[in-house]
C-alpha cells in the first residue's frame, strides 16, 4: 500500500491550500485516514482523520479553518485549508489504517508529506 500527497507550497497569510492523498494497493479495508503535521522542531501532530463512515475530527486549532473530506470508492482523502497562519507552516503527511489485502490486522501506512508554507 502506498500513498501519494498533492497540494503542498508557499501561501500568504489568510490564503487557502487543499492537499489530496491517493492511496494505491491492494487494500482489504480500510478504518481511517487523514492528515498529520510535523513543524520544525516539533513533534509530528494529528490535524485531522476521518473514518470510513465519514465521521471527521479535528484538533482544536484547525476547527472552523481546515475541512477534511474522503472517497472510499476512490480510496482518497483531502485536506482543504483555510485561513491559513504562518504557525500551520509545517510537512503535512497523510495516512491510512486498514487492512491489507491477505492481512488480518490493521496496520498504519504513510505518505511521504508535503511541505505547507505560510508566509505573513
Known amino acids: 500500500v502506498q500513498l501519494q500527497a498533492f497540494g503542498g507550497g508557499l501561501v500568504q497569510a489568510g490564503g487557502s491550500l487543499r492537499l489530496s492523498c491517493a492511496a494505491s494497493g491492494s487494500i482489504l479495508s480500510i478504518s481511517n485516514m487523514g492528515w498529520y503535521r510535523q513543524a520544525p522542531g516539533k513533534q509530528r501532530g494529528l490535524v485531522a482523520t476521518?473514518?470510513?463512515?465519514?465521521?471527521?475530527s479535528y484538533v482544536d486549532f484547525v476547527k472552523g479553518r481546515f475541512t477534511i473530506s474522503g472517497d472510499n470508492a476512490k480510496n482518497t482523502v483531502s485536506l482543504q485549508m483555510n485561513s491559513l497562519k504562518p504557525e500551520d507552516t509545517a510537512v503535512y503527511s497523510c495516512?491510512?489504517?486498514?487492512?491489507?489485502?491477505?492481512?488480518?490486522?490493521?496496520?498504519?501506512?504513510w505518505g511521504q508529506g508535503t511541505q505547507v508554507t505560510v508566509s505573513s
Open positions: 476521518m473514518t470510513s463512515a465519514g465521521t471527521a
Open positions: 495516512y491510512l489504517r486498514g487492512v491489507p489485502v491477505g492481512g488480518y490486522v490493521f496496520r498504519d501506512y
